[in-house]
């Protein structure tokens, strides 16, 4: 009698236990992540790059930057601008991106005229998504400057009209920098913006990489069953 009571008793025990846990765990969740990578050169030398467009600068000059900040005017043209030229790599240009060596340059012209250009790419984050959290790494390679480094009217990247804290760089060598984009990427079309600012009047060209690694929001699994959980002790 005393075994079967103390039985009892134990089954008791842990089906109270059961029931605690069953009032505590009661959603798990699942995050899902994807990437998006966009890049200069969609084309073969000498081609125009069919995925790239740009707007140059107004007055024609070499050497000089755009007059004022960009708009949401100056963007929209730059989206509907002509395509740009991709070129091999001049020395001492760095010929490809160690990040991402499908990158190639690009440059507004076909003569290589050296040029300030803002140049805008647009592309799609897949539907139906919900971002959650959305990370930038933007490599790039540029002749003279991404923005204005001397009045600093304009920085150099700019992710749906938003600018971003990237700017300057080298011709010469990689540059790196991560961005938390979270609220300014968007599920559908987005546009990328990069604003290649001459300044030696020799020539101007362009080469980035831009991957957007996306985390998605926690998608619930479902309750815990009370079957569920009973059924890990029998």
């Known amino acids: 009698m005393r075994v079967s009571s103390l039985a009892t008793d134990s089954r008791g025990i842990v089906g109270r ?17 994807s990437t998006v990578t966009i890049r200069t050169g969609n084309a073969l030398i000498g081609q125009p790059d069919p995925l790239v467009r740009f707007l140059a600068e107004p007055s024609g000059l070499c050497g000089a930057g755009f007059p004022a900040a960009f708009t949401a005017a100056d963007f929209a043209a730059a989206s509907a601008g002509a395509n740009p030229f991709v070129i091999p ?3 001492p ?6 990040c991402d060596p499908l990158a190639q340059w690009v440059t507004p012209f076909a003569d290589n005229s050296a040029r300030s250009a803002l140049f805008a790419r647009d592309f799609v984050v897949p539907e139906p998504c919900c971002i959650h ?3 930038l790494t933007f490599c790039w390679a540029q002749d003279d400057w991404l923005g204005d480094l001397d009045t600093f009217i304009n920085p150099g990247v700019f992710l ?8 300057g760089g080298s011709y010469a060598a990689e540059t790196q920098a991560v961005v938390d984009v979270t609220g300014i990427l ?6 990328l913006y ?6 030696g009047c020799a020539v101007s060209g362009l080469m980035y990489s831009a991957r957007f690694q996306i985390e998605e929001c926690p998608v619930s699994v479902g309750p815990t069953t009370w079957g569920r959980l009973k059924a890990l002790y029998q």
Request: net charge negative; hydrophobic share 45%.
């Open 133 to 135: 959290q959305a990370t």
């Open 89 to 91: 790599a001049f020395s």
């Open 17 to 33: 236990v059961l029931l605690g846990i069953l009032s505590v765990v009661v959603i798990s969740s699942v995050t899902a992540a």
């Open 93 to 98: 240009w760095i010929p490809s991106l160690p």
């Open 186 to 191: 968007h599920c559908g079309p987005n546009t």
């Open 160 to 167: 749906n009209g938003t600018p971003l804290p990237i700017a």
């Open 194 to 199: 990069v604003y290649d600012r001459d300044a």
